[in-house]
């Protein structure tokens, strides 16, 4: 069953954009342009809002998945 976690290894702030990267088999990267496209078409605050929501909701990835994903 796949979930969506904040990742552990790809992270820049708070793991959002690594997680969604990893659970839409995507680029983070591409996922972080599209958040900041996002943020200047809003007007940063409500995606500032969002992004801190994000971070709070979605759990952060088990130690025991990065092991399993490496090894």
């Known amino acids: 069953m796949k979930r ?3 990742s552990r290894k ?3 702030i708070g793991g959002i ?3 969604l990267g ?3 088999n995507i680029d983070p990267n591409l996922v972080r342009l599209a958040m900041v496209f ?3 078409i809003t007007a940063v605050v409500p995606f500032i809002l969002a992004y801190v929501i ?3 909701i979605i759990p952060l990835e088990p130690a025991e ?3 399993k994903s490496e090894g």
């Open 4 to 6: 969506l976690y904040r």
């Open 10 to 12: 790809d992270r820049k």
């Open 17 to 19: 954009c690594g997680g």
């Open 22 to 24: 990893e659970y839409f």
């Open 38 to 40: 996002l943020a200047l």
């Open 54 to 56: 994000a971070w709070i």
């Open 65 to 67: 998945e990065v092991k």
